[in-house]
């Protein structure tokens, strides 16, 4: 059964910067691409970040693009995302996700972000 | 890249079909077969309930179909059962690991 667990939310102040990590299980880790979406309280669902299995190729939206930095551990099975400069508008519940050709076909519970002085 | 547009809302009684439209451009929805819909109650992370356009994971009901003509897709929602109230979002890949979300349409269980 494929788990995605993550971790390393919480309260952050503006221009702070945080980690998220994503621990993964239950399939081979390192053969598939993954990805972040986050959703803003009350809003619809953002994809953010993708990267692919090995990690060679990582892709941004525009609205986090030079601030967010995706990598992985595939040594660890873990999946992380480097929040610089946090803004309010950071403020989100963010979601790990396995991507199978096209698709984001598991999804972490998530895990909340907020951004607040 | 801008969202794809659906209905904010749509609605309808147990036992009847609801249909949520997903519109973006050739650059998304019309140029690849990869449209995914994803169901999400309150409080929870979205669900995988249809992919490739019109294929359905394993375990979600046949009630479930999708379909797509030019830039516009489709989730259909048959035999409407209480369960089924939850946001649904569209998704697109549109291009090398890159994904466009739908708005987020609310279904309501009359």
């Known amino acids: 059964e494929v788990q995605l667990l993550e971790s390393g939310g919480g309260l952050g102040q503006p221009g702070e910067s945080l980690r998220l990590s994503c621990a993964a299980s239950?399939?081979?880790?390192?053969?598939?691409?993954m990805g972040w979406v986050r959703q803003a309280p009350g809003e619809g669902l953002e994809w953010i970040s993708s990267i692919s299995g090995g990690g060679g190729v990582t892709l941004y939206a525009d609205s986090v693009k030079g601030r967010f930095t995706i990598s992985r551990d595939d040594s660890k099975n873990t999946l992380h995302l480097q929040i610089n400069s946090l803004r309010a508008d950071d403020t989100a519940a963010y979601y790990c996700?396995?991507?199978?050709?096209?698709?984001?076909?598991?999804w972490g519970q998530g895990i909340l972000v907020t951004v607040s002085s | 890249q801008s969202a794809l547009t659906q209905p904010r809302s749509v609605s309808g009684s147990p036992g009847q079909s609801v249909t949520i439209s997903c519109t973006g451009t050739s650059s998304d929805v019309g140029g690849y077969t990869y449209v995914s819909w994803y169901q999400q109650h309150p409080g929870k992370a979205p669900k995988l309930m249809i992919y490739?356009?019109?294929k359905r994971p394993s375990g979600v009901p046949d009630r479930f179909s999708g379909s797509k003509s030019g830039n516009t897709a489709s989730l259909t929602i048959s035999g409407l059962q209480a369960e089924d109230e939850a946001d649904y979002y569209c998704?697109?890949?549109?291009?090398?690991?890159?994904?466009?979300f739908g708005i987020g349409t609310k279904v309501t269980v009359l």
């Open positions: 239950g399939f081979t880790f390192s053969s598939y691409a």
């Open positions: 490739d356009v019109t």
């Open positions: 996700a396995k991507a199978n050709s096209g698709r984001l076909e598991n």
């Open positions: 998704c697109s890949y549109a291009g090398t690991y890159f994904y466009v």
